[in-house]
C-alpha cells in the first residue's frame, strides 16, 4: 500500500513526494507518514525509532539522521504529498526530532573554534584569500556542464525555498535589527513581484539547464552534506534561543555570496547559458552588496546593542556555516575530480539536441 492510497483528507498532492529512507530512523518516519498521527500505532513507531537511534550512536552529518531531520522540518514549509499535515505538531516527532537536533548541534558546536569575537569571525568572511579556490572557482575555470546541472539540483533543495528558514528569525528579533532583516528579505521575496523571486529565478534557471524545477524534485539525489546546511538553517530559525546563529548565518551567507554569485555567472555564461538561466546569479551580485552592508551594520550591529550576550551564538552561526558550506564543497570537488557524480545517483542524461 502506497501512501497516497490511504492519504488523509487535507494533504496537498502539490507538495513533494515523500524520498526513499536511507537507515533505520528515515525507515520508521517515513512508514509513520503514511498513516494518521497518534492512529494506528504510528507513535510507538517513532518511540521506537528514537530510542534505537539513541542506543546506536547515529552520526550527525550521516545520510540517516540528516534526511530524518529533513522530513521533520519540511513539515514547517510545504509538507510532503499523502502526509497528514497533522504530523507537523505530533508530539512524538517532535520528541524524535528534538534528540536529533541536540546531536547536531551539538556536532557543530564541536567542530568550530568557537568565540565571542563578532567583529573577527565577519572581517574573516569579507576577505577571501587569494588562493582560495572551491567550487564556484572551479566551475568558472573549467567546470563542465554536468558539474553545473549537478550544482543546482543540490542547491534547489534550498534555493527553491529561499529565504523561508530565514523568515522564522523575525518575530525574534526587535527594532532596528528586525526591520532591517525583513528589508533584506523583502528583496529575496522579489519585491512584491512573484516573477522576481530568488526562488523562481532559481527555478528559472534550472528550467534552463534542461532540469526539473518542481519544488524537492532533487530531494532522493541530494546527500546529506547538502541537507546538512538547509537543516542548520531551519534548527536556527525554529528555535528562538539560536536567534543569534540565525543572524551569524544570514550575515555570513550575504557577506561571502556577491563574489560567489559573480563566479557561477560567468560559469554559466562560459557554458553557453542563457540570460535567463545567469539571472539568478547577477542579481545576486548586486543585492548581496547591498544585503551584506545591511545584515552587518544593522541587523548584527543593533541585536548585539540589544543583547550582547548573544555575540557567541552569532559567531556559531558564521562557522557552522563556514564548516558546512566546506564540507559540501570538498565532497563536489573530490567527487568531480574522480570524474563521478557528487549526488547520491547521477542526473538522467540530458536529451541530445
Ligand atoms: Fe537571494
Ligand atoms: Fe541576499
Redesign the pocket.
Known amino acids: 500500500m502506497t501512501a497516497s492510497t490511504i492519504a488523509p483528507l487535507g494533504t496537498d498532492a502539490r507538495s513533494p513526494r515523500l524520498p526513499a529512507p536511507r537507515g533505520p530512523l528515515s525507515e520508521a518516519v517515513v512508514t509513520a507518514f503514511a498513516r494518521a498521527p497518534l492512529g494506528e500505532a504510528s507513535s510507538p513507531m517513532i518511540t521506537a525509532a528514537r530510542e534505537a537511534g539513541r542506543r546506536a550512536s547515529i552520526d550527525a552529518f550521516g545520510e540517516d539522521l540528516q534526511l530524518t531531520l529533513y522530513l521533520c522540518y519540511e513539515l514547517h514549509y510545504q509538507g510532503f504529498s499523502g502526509v497528514d499535515p497533522a504530523w507537523e505538531w505530533d508530539p512524538e516527532l517532535l520528541r524524535l526530532r528534538g534528540s536529533m537536533e541536540r546531536h547536531f548541534l551539538r556536532a557543530l558546536r564541536e567542530r568550530t573554534p568557537g568565540g565571542s569575537d563578532v567583529g573577527a569571525a565577519v572581517d574573516g568572511l569579507l576577505t577571501e584569500p587569494v588562493d582560495a579556490f572551491g567550487v564556484s572557482h572551479h566551475l568558472r575555470d573549467g567546470g563542465e556542464l554536468w558539474q553545473m546541472r549537478e550544482y543546482a539540483a543540490h542547491r534547489s533543495i534550498y534555493h527553491l525555498k529561499e ?1 523561508d528558514p530565514q523568515a522564522w528569525v523575525i518575530p525574534r528579533l526587535r527594532g532596528r535589527a528586525k526591520a532591517a532583516l525583513v528589508a ?1 528579505e523583502f ?2 521575496y522579489g519585491g512584491g513581484r512573484a516573477e522576481a523571486m ?1 526562488s523562481r529565478l532559481f527555478a528559472d534557471m534550472l528550467e534552463e539547464l534542461d532540469l526539473d524545477p518542481r519544488y524537492g524534485r532533487y530531494l532522493d539525489l541530494v546527500p546529506a552534506r547538502m541537507l546538512a546546511i538547509v537543516n542548520m538553517m531551519s534548527l536556527f530559525g525554529l528555535h528562538r534561543a539560536l536567534r543569534g546563529a540565525m543572524v551569524g548565518h544570514f550575515a555570513s ?2 557577506i561571502t ?1 556577491a563574489p560567489g554569485s559573480a563566479r557561477l555567472a560567468r560559469a554559466l555564461e562560459r557554458l553557453g547559458a542563457s540570460p535567463r538561466a545567469t539571472r539568478f546569479y547577477t542579481e ?1 551580485i548586486e ?2 552588496a547591498v ?1 551584506e552592508q545591511v545584515l552587518r551594520r544593522d541587523v548584527i550591529g543593533a541585536l548585539l546593542e540589544r543583547e550582547p550576550e548573544l555575540a557567541a551564538d552569532v559567531v556559531l552561526g558564521i562557522q557552522a556555516t563556514d564548516l558546512l558550506e566546506d564540507r559540501l564543497g570538498d565532497h563536489l570537488l573530490r567527487c568531480w575530480q574522480a570524474g563521478r557524480s557528487s549526488l547520491l545517483r547521477p542526473l538522467p542524461a540530458l536529451p541530445r539536441s
Open positions: 529565504a533584506v528583496d529575496e530568488h551567507v550575504e555570496s545576486h543585492a548581496d544585503h
